[in-house]
C-alpha cells in the first residue's frame, strides 16, 4: 500500500473589517472550490467562516479562514487555539480610510508572537491609497511587511500568503536580513 507523504499544515486566518474583501481573497488564492465551514458555535455568529487550502508545496499545507469585526469570539478561540503554527493577514480596503480605524483595532487583537502580514487590498482602484501612506496611518511597525493586492483580479494574493509563510517556518524572522522593499506591489 502506497504510504501517503507526510505534510506540515499551518493555519492563516484572514482578518478585516466587513467588505474589505476577505471573501474574495480567500476564494481567490485557495485551490479549492469556494466554501464555508461549519459555524464552531451556531448560537452566537450571524455568518458561516471562509475557509479554504492552499498547498505551497508537496510537504506544507496552509488552510485559510476568514474572520472579521463581526466574528463571535468563539470563531477566533477556535482558530487561534490550536495546535498548529497560525500566522494571520489583516486585509485592508486601501480604498476605505474611513475603516482604517476598525483595522487598526483587528490589529490589535492580535499577539505580538503571531506571524503577521497586512494585505491592502483593492489595488485595482483608482482611489486605492499608497502602501506608504497605509502603513502611516495604520502605524505599522516597520517589521511587518505591507503588500499589495487585490482579490479581484488576482494580482499579489498568493504573494501575501507566501511572504506569511516564510515568517511562519522562520519564527526569529528579521526582515533587515532579506532586503526586499515591503512596498513593492506584487504582480
Ligand atoms: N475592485 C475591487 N473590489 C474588490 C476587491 N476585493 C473585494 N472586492 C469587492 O468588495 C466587495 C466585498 O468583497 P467581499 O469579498 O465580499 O468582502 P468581505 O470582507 O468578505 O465582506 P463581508 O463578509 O460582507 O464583510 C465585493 O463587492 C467585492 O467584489 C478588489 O481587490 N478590488
Ligand atoms: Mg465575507
Not at 493555519?11 to 474589505?20: K, P, T
Not at 455568518?47 to 476568514?66: E, F, Q, T
Request: charged share 25%; net charge negative.
Amino acid at each position: 500500500m502506497a504510504v501517503e507523504p507526510a505534510f506540515r499544515k499551518y493555519i492563516v486566518v484572514v482578518l478585516g473589517s466587513s467588505q474589505s474583501g476577505v471573501s474574495e481573497f480567500i476564494k481567490r488564492v485557495s485551490e479549492l472550490p469556494p466554501q464555508t465551514m461549519p459555524d464552531p458555535n451556531p448560537s452566537d455568529t450571524l455568518k458561516p467562516l471562509d475557509y479554504g487550502r492552499l498547498s505551497v508545496d508537496a510537504g506544507n499545507i496552509i488552510y485559510l479562514y476568514g474572520l472579521s469585526e463581526e466574528s463571535p469570539l468563539s470563531a477566533w478561540t477556535f482558530l487561534f487555539d490550536r495546535e498548529d503554527p497560525v500566522g494571520v493577514v489583516t486585509l485592508v480596503d486601501s480604498t476605505r480610510p474611513a475603516s482604517f480605524s476598525i483595522d487598526k483595532a483587528l490589529i490589535n487583537n492580535v499577539d505580538d508572537d503571531i506571524p503577521f502580514v497586512i494585505a491592502a487590498n483593492k489595488r485595482d482602484c483608482a482611489n486605492a491609497w499608497e502602501l506608504d501612506a497605509i502603513r502611516v496611518a495604520l502605524n505599522i511597525d516597520r517589521q511587518i511587511p505591507v503588500i499589495g493586492c487585490s482579490a479581484r483580479t488576482g494580482a499579489g494574493v498568493r504573494h501575501v500568503i507566501l511572504t506569511l509563510f516564510d515568517r511562519l517556518i522562520t519564527p526569529d524572522y528579521n526582515v533587515e536580513d532579506e532586503g526586499y522593499d515591503y512596498t513593492d506591489f506584487a504582480t
